[in-house]
């Protein structure tokens, strides 16, 4: 699996710099970003009730989803513990970023209501958006180009594993689901939801524990987290976080499990806020010249990543 792939070097003009809030609650917005009031097929942005051709899919979607991602095993469901050990293990492939980015194009996230493009467009719409409106975070561009390459366990080098235990909204397992969680009826056929271990507040957890030491429901997130820690990324800490828990939506939308949180996630949240306007609302049917930014992600690619990773 090695695709050959010249590295050149380009120049970029960057536009003002816009400067984060301090507070870590708040959503900076500019004039460099139009966020638009309608998705790809003429609804508002996450609605999982309109009518529409994706509707149906990404409920079921869902369904499966909620029933089969549990603490601890038990048969045809997901282990997140185990999969954590066995795909942190980092043995399936080795390539670089781009050959990553390259093999998803081939593959359409079932989860998301907004978008049915390949996820190459999402991934370029998501860094160049980024790129706009904060010119001088070169590394904020990186992490919106590469957050979803976790999406690579749907191919066969990976295990080709099912949609629900890749893609769709992240959850803590081990503690009781809470009510925001998109789709919430279907965790009730969910084993861990009357466990009693596991189904009150704090169940396995403490509180303040941090959320490294939480255990999400398995998926692209914290497979592309632990490829990018192992493989030692010089990425600052803020990206890493955006990358685990950018579909973590209960916290950074409805600010749910917050109980769980410790003074450095709370800094760390500020900017997945902001990431988190673009990964949202830069979707859309309008393509982005591959060839012309490729150059440039390129040399980011190589300032804050080895040439091959171990995957």
Same mark, same amino acid.
């Given at each position: 699996?090695?695709?050959?792939? =010249?590295?050149?070097?380009? /120049?970029?003009?960057? %536009? &003002?710099?816009?400067?984060p809030s301090d507070d870590p609650m708040e959503l900076v917005l500019d004039g460099g970003f139009t966020v638009p009031e309608t998705n790809s097929f003429g609804h508002s942005f996450r609605d999982y009730d309109a009518e529409s051709e994706r509707q149906k899919t990404v409920e079921e979607f869902y369904c499966t989803n909620h029933i089969h991602q549990t603490y601890n095993f038990c048969d045809s469901v997901v282990q997140v513990k185990r999969m954590r050990e066995e795909y942190g293990k980092l043995d399936r492939a080795e390539m670089s970023i781009w050959e990553c980015i390259e093999l998803?194009?081939?593959?359409?996230?079932?989860?998301?209501?907004?978008?049915?493009?390949?996820?190459?467009?999402?991934?370029?719409?998501?860094? =160049?958006?980024?790129?706009? /409106?904060?010119?001088? %975070? &070169?590394?904020l561009h990186l992490t919106g180009l590469i957050h979803d390459?976790?999406?690579?366990?749907?191919?066969?080098?990976?295990?080709?594993?099912?949609?629900?235990?890749?893609?769709?909204?992240?959850?803590?397992?081990?503690?009781?689901?809470?009510?925001?969680?998109?789709?919430?009826?279907?965790?009730?056929?969910?084993p861990d939801y009357s466990n009693p271990k596991y189904n009150t507040k704090l169940g396995a957890y403490s509180e303040g524990c941090g959320l490294n030491n939480v255990l999400m429901s398995w998926g692209h997130d914290d497979y592309m987290y632990l490829v990018a820690k192992e493989n030692k990324t010089t990425l600052p800490s803020a990206a890493l976080f955006?990358?685990?828990?950018?579909?973590?939506?209960?916290?950074?939308?409805?600010?749910?499990?917050?109980?769980?949180?410790?003074?450095?996630?709370?800094?760390?949240?500020?900017?997945?806020?902001?990431?988190n306007k673009y990964d949202l609302y830069s979707k859309s049917k309008v393509r982005i010249d591959v060839e012309k930014v490729k150059p440039y992600y390129l040399s980011l690619i190589e300032k804050y990543f080895p040439a091959k990773l171990k995957w």
């Open positions: 699996m090695t695709i050959a792939i =010249e590295q050149p070097q380009t /120049e970029v003009e960057v %536009e &003002d710099k816009q400067i998803l194009n081939e593959f359409i996230d079932e989860s998301d209501p907004d978008l049915d493009e390949p996820q190459i467009e999402h991934l370029l719409q998501t860094a =160049e958006a980024i790129r706009k /409106e904060y010119p001088d %975070e &070169d590394w390459l976790g999406k690579v366990l749907l191919h066969p080098s990976f295990g080709q594993l099912p949609q629900w235990a890749v893609v769709g909204d992240t959850f803590p397992v081990g503690c009781a689901f809470d009510e925001c969680n998109v789709h919430h009826k279907y965790f009730k056929e969910n955006i990358i685990r828990y950018h579909s973590f939506y209960p916290l950074h939308r409805h600010g749910a499990y917050q109980y769980l949180m410790n003074d450095e996630d709370k800094e760390n949240l500020k900017w997945l806020h902001i990431f």
